[in-house]
């Protein structure tokens, strides 16, 4: 069974950081590109960031670039999204979603396997 589990998420201050995994079950990483989306309160998902499954090529959107990293290790089966200097529109469920493809995107609809979500709340 397909299954992917975010964990690392919680309250943290203006400035502060979290580091986010994505632990993938059932299948290898290895051949998917992942990614990562949020989604604030009212609002629709949004992808963040992205890490392609061959060369590893990232992709950030513009709001979070600078500030979040994305890295991968296929030997653990996991995605990692480093978030520093976090803002308080950085409030939001951040999910991360997995795709048999070469290729990155920040749409949800190129995704079909996702994970519950975590909650990554920034305020004082």
């Known amino acids: 069974q397909v299954q992917l589990v975010e964990s690392g998420g919680g309250l943290v201050q203006p400035g502060g950081s979290l580091r986010l995994s994505c632990a993938a079950s059932?299948?290898?990483?290895?051949?998917?590109?992942i990614g990562w989306f949020r989604q604030a309160p009212g609002k629709g998902r949004e992808g963040v960031s992205c890490i392609s499954s061959s060369d590893h090529i990232t992709y950030y959107a513009d709001s979070v670039k600078g500030r979040f990293t994305i890295s991968r290790d296929n030997a653990k089966n996991t995605v990692y999204l480093q978030m520093n200097s976090l803002k308080p529109e950085d409030t939001a469920v951040y999910y991360c979603?997995?795709?048999?493809?070469?290729?990155?995107?920040?749409?949800?609809?190129?995704?079909?396997?996702w994970g519950q979500g975590t909650q990554v709340t920034v305020s004082s």
């Open positions: 059932g299948f290898s990483l290895d051949y998917y590109t």
């Open positions: 979603a997995a795709e048999p493809t070469y290729y990155c995107s920040d749409s949800v609809s190129s995704f079909g396997a």
